[in-house]
């Protein structure tokens, strides 16, 4: 059995800005309404034409983070993709960002978790490295949500909070025992698949039937989210779940160094950080500037920590994610 570590973070925000001044000039809201329910103050949105996509970003990302591995694009073994909102219905992304890449033949796969996808995509590839079957793995969660969103009042409650990035990780086989994933906790529970959901096009409601219909009304192209059920869901599974990984590798809330939630509304994590008794340089929180991005938040905080130097050799970090199916997880790491 081995043990797997990461080795190299990267991060890529498209360049457009998005404040809630200039969500309130076309949608029926305000900033402090924004800020008060959700913490954020702006998002970027990818433009038309200026050459973004999941992938793109997503590939983007990669670079900085292989780069950062001190390794060559072809020692990759394993490409995992985490997103909700794909470049196309099939193929996946994890393929595009093959392509972006230029990496000849490994494989690649798509995880489709939503905002729990890139904690998904961590234990899968600590799996692949522990048993020996790979040594290097990008992982890469990325998100076009801007694409999707209702962007009129209709869809204020989901429009104002979703953002457009990405954010990747290289995996590779660890030298030490004492630097390492520890273990990854995850669960599904999909009686509440319907209660965050993008229902359309699905292959009841194909392609000749949406051109026929062509029915502006019909919100089933559009995100829907249950808001209040989320929440409420979202800030009791954040606290089970973080609390199965301390428990079972023996670990107290003080022990943590850094816990770096999925970040889908300040709100959540301020009421995960006082749970946990956390002092604030115990919790990274980068929502204010991205908006909840999904299966890209988590990486793309993960970076800025990094970077920000608020990570450590040695350090217990924990990464923890609710979302969409319902899914939510965690990953223990020793850095
Ligand atoms: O990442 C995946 C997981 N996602 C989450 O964990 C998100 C969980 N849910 C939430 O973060 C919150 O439910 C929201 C931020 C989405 C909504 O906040 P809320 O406090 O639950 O508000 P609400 O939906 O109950 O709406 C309260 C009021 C309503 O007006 P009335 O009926 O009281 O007159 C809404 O119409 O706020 C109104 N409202 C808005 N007003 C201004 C909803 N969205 C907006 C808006 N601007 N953007």
Redesign the pocket.
Known sequence: MFNSKIIGLGKYLPENIVTNHDLSNS????NQ??IE??GIEERRHIKKGDGNSTASMGAEAAKIAIKRANISKNEIDLILFATLSPDYYMPGSGVLVQKLLNIPTCPAMDIRN??SGFVYAIATADQFIKTGMYKNILVIGSETQSGAIDKTTRG??????FGDGAGAAVLSRSPSKDSNIMSSHLHSEGEHAEE?IMESPNMNKWVTEIVSDNDPEDLSYFPY?N??H??KS?VTRFEEVINSGLNYNHLKAEDINLLIP?Q??L??SQFVQKKFNLRDDQIYNNIMRYG?T?AASIPIALTEAWEEGKIKDGDLIILAA???GFAWGSNIIKW
């Open positions: 949608i029926d809201t305000s309404w924004i329910r959700t939503q905002c204020r409650d989901i429009g104002v909070i965050l989210m808001g209040k989320v929440f979202a999925h889908a509304n709100r959540i909840n999904t609710f979302g969409a």
